[in-house]
């Protein structure tokens, strides 16, 4: 999704804006701009296609000034082109954006009917047009601002210069923006890691602030100019824990840190000893009178959400209920006030998510946000937040995030099956003795990855995959086949393994590969019947399982064995393999695998 970032300081802007442009490339973006305000005006630059396609256009030229703002653009009106790249100027008002203006049609006529023409296919041009209009009438450049404003229906985050002047202005509405606050310098940015090399002080905007940053200084105030206060909060995330550390892409190093990750989302959490597990901040209500859980997401968060029914159900025996947030938030779900609303997101900033959150709250109910980014705005406007302390997620497929979010949804079960009485200390022990497991069963697992390279490899020439699992593990392979589509292109199909005869069947044949997923459970003996049908029919079969099965492996065309586990946390480590199978195909068919084609990191529009 579009990108912002400003830097108001004493610094040459140029170097530090492409630098952050560089660090927010992973959100998904097709072209890219810059702006400086140089000798008494603002100075343009933009490109179709990556930020390094930018940086060579402008490496030799004259950009001097301690001012500016830059874009990274995701197209949603308008084709990727230069024309409709950001910053957008008009007269002497210079503007990027980040959202969509809902209304930008009508207003477009009207200022039209005004005399003013567009040079662009956007919906952001209007925003320049109208705050010239009202400069034109004779307001202030703060205010012109302002009363553009309040004209806008939709989303948006956008920064704002003017010709001649030393003031950067930027507001919020249902987009991210932050404030970073740095030593004789003041940045805006779409989200902390674009700018986390210079500060980690940060302002986490509410909807409806405006920024005004000049002469050095910077207030906030609302849509009517009334001063508002809000807090500067430190986040502890370093710089080179953005960057990639050695390895080729974001995605591989985050697969490689899901050992790391989780320890540290356990850590001050869990108390072995006593069986116990402790959630600070949470003003959970009274638990006992839950009689439904809800649990809302998007993409490999709404996956998570799949395992925590799975185990919520298996354990707490309350009935639980997943919802994909882009279809929750109009489907008017018959909600209880006693029921606890669940969201789950990576980024905090997911516009669906963020849509049902907001309808949860208009009914009264308790909402828990499960979110890995500090001051986001899911985890500031849930009542409660549980974060997964994963670190910052670079590459657009989701990884050490979903490992995470399903170690907090673990906690949780046992968080309130103790609360509830359905859990004793000692059931809670022995879970919790499984999940310190985890990061060294991980760490296992990768030591084994040129194994899944070599099945990458050779298989990487099928143009499409029938991904296999249940119970717990049907949402790892929905998740498994997710990654292999976003990073590879390569279509991949995931379904229950019993679903097989009723449909998949009829696609079985030598062209047809199929990864099941089944540790040795309950339903084992069943999915290798299906195994059986499936090389009746030529297909090929690889088998992650969690313990060498002499029976099968000569007949299927590989096997790789997974630690084993209880049932709750297997998801945590069948995942592992399939990401890296992804992962590996991707790199050696060469995509793009820390930014894939069309997909965008933050889904900040609906
Ligand atoms: C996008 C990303 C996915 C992610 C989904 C939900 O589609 O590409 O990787 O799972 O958004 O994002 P969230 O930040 O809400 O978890």
């Not at 930020?51 to 949603?76: K, P, Q, Y």
């Not at 910053?87 to 203006?101: F, M």
């Not at 302002?203 to 849509?223: A, C």
Request: aromatic fraction near 8%.
């Amino acid at each position: 999704m579009c990108g912002i970032v400003g830097y108001h300081g004493r610094e040459g802007a140029r170097d530090i804006l492409i630098d952050a442009l560089r660090r927010l490339e992973y959100r998904g973006y097709d072209s890219a701009g810059i702006a400086i305000s140089q000798d008494g005006s603002v100075k343009i630059a933009r490109k179709q296609g990556k930020v390094s396609d930018l940086w060579n256009a402008i490496c030799n030229e004259n950009f001097e000034g301690s001012m500016g703002l830059a874009h990274t653009r995701w197209a949603t009106h308008g084709v990727p082109s230069e024309r409709n790249a950001h910053p957008h100027k008009v007269g002497d008002i210079t503007v990027v954006h980040n959202g969509i203006i809902e209304n930008y049609l009508e207003l477009k006529e009207s200022l039209k009917q005004d005399g003013r023409t567009f040079v662009s296919d956007t919906d952001t041009e209007v925003i320049p047009h109208l705050i010239v209009n009202y400069l034109d009438k004779g307001s202030d450049f703060e205010e012109a601002v302002r009363l553009a404003l309040k004209r806008l229906k939709g989303s948006y985050a956008i920064g704002v210069m003017r010709d001649g002047s030393d003031t950067m202005i930027a507001a919020k509405k249902e987009s991210p923006l932050l404030v970073g606050v740095g030593k004789d310098e003041f940045m805006i940015a779409s989200d902390a890691p674009a700018i986390i090399n210079r500060t980690n002080s940060f302002i986490f905007l509410e909807d409806n602030d405006i920024v005004i940053i000049t002469n050095g200084e910077m207030r906030i105030t609302d849509f009517d100019g009334a001063a508002v206060n809000r807090e500067i909060k430190t986040v502890q995330w370093t710089g080179a824990m953005a960057e990639k550390g050695g390895y080729r892409h974001f995605m591989l190093k985050e697969i490689f840190e899901q050992p790391r990750a989780l320890t540290e989302t356990l850590i001050g959490r869990i108390r072995e000893e006593e069986g116990d597990v402790v959630f600070e901040d949470l003003n959970l209500p009274d638990v006992s009178k839950i009689r439904k859980i809800w649990m809302v997401a998007c993409g490999t968060s709404y996956h998570a959400c799949l395992i925590g029914k799975n185990m919520f159900e298996a354990n707490l025996r309350i009935p639980v209920e997943t919802d994909i947030a882009s279809e929750f938030r109009y489907r008017d779900p018959i909600l209880d006030k006693d029921d606890l609303v669940i969201l789950v997101s990576q980024s905090g900033e997911t516009a669906d998510t963020i849509a049902a959150m907001k309808e949860v709250k208009k009914k009264g109910l308790y909402t828990l946000a499960i979110c890995n980014v500090l001051g986001s705005t899911l985890s500031r406007d849930s009542h409660g937040v549980i974060y997964t302390h994963a670190g910052p997620e670079i590459g657009v497929a989701s990884t050490k995030a979903f490992t995470t979010q399903i170690s907090v949804f673990f906690m949780l079960m046992l968080y309130l099956g103790k609360l509830r009485g359905v859990l004793d200390g000692d059931d809670v022990r022995r879970h919790l003795t499984e999940l310190k497991k985890l990061p060294h069963h991980i760490t296992a697992i990768l030591k084994s990855s040129a194994a899944i390279e070599e099945i990458a490899q050779a298989n990487m020439h099928y143009g499409h995959f029938l991904y296999l699992g249940r119970g717990i593990n049907f949402p790892t392979v929905l998740e498994g086949a997710l990654k292999l589509k976003e990073i590879s292109y390569i279509h991949a199909e995931a379904y229950a393994a019993g679903e097989m005869k009723h449909g998949p069947i009829a696609l079985i044949d030598e062209n047809m590969p199929i990864v099941v997923v089944s540790p040795k459970d309950q339903t084992y003996k069943k999915t290798c019947s299906n195994i059986e049908e499936v090389i009746t029919r030529r297909g090929k079969v690889f088998l992650f399982t969690d313990s060498f099965d002499h029976d099968m492996a000569p007949k299927v065309n590989a096997v790789f064995v997974i630690p084993e586990t209880i049932y709750e946390l297997q998801p945590i480590l069948s995942i592992v393999p399939l990401q890296l199978m992804a992962y590996y195909m991707a790199n050696h068919l060469g995509t793009d695998v820390d930014q894939p084609r069309n997909l965008a990191k933050s889904v900040t529009v609906e």
